[in-house]
């Protein structure tokens, strides 16, 4: 059962990556792109643990691979962030 739940989440995540590189294509938003490659990230570290064998979250390359993505997820907000006061400051300076 637990490779079954873990197979899903690994699909689901693997579909919602193609969404936001969908959304990409269509707006060329680099936020996208950072959530798609976030997604990826879960959902191959989903599929990982269901792969390997003796595994849970605790597994230090499970582990990373969840922290690595949960830090493209902060660098895309930070970077959405800092793109938009880029925006402001350059409206005033006009």
Same mark, same amino acid.
């Given at each position: 059962?637990?490779?079954?739940?873990?197979?899903?989440?690994?699909?689901?995540?693997?579909?919602?990556?193609?969404?936001?590189?969908?959304?990409?294509?269509?707006?060329?938003?680099?936020? %996208?792109?950072?959530?798609?490659?976030? %997604?990826?990230?879960?959902?191959?570290?989903?599929?990982?643990?269901?792969?390997?064998?003796?595994?849970?979250?605790?597994?230090?390359?499970?582990?990373?691979?969840?922290?690595?993505?949960?830090?493209?997820?902060?660098?895309?907000?930070?970077?959405?962030?800092?793109?938009?006061?880029?925006?402001?400051?350059?409206?005033?300076?006009?």
């Amino acid at each position: 059962m637990k490779l079954v739940l873990l197979g899903a989440i690994a699909m689901a995540c693997l579909i919602i990556s193609l969404i936001f590189i969908r959304f990409w294509f269509t707006t060329r938003d680099r936020f %996208f792109l950072f959530f798609a490659i976030s %997604f990826a990230i879960a959902g191959i570290g989903r599929l990982m643990l269901g792969l390997m064998p003796h595994t849970d979250d605790q597994t230090p390359l499970i582990y990373l691979t969840q922290l690595f993505g949960f830090l493209v997820i902060i660098y895309a907000i930070a970077d959405k962030n800092r793109a938009k006061r880029r925006g402001e400051e350059n409206s005033r300076d006009t």
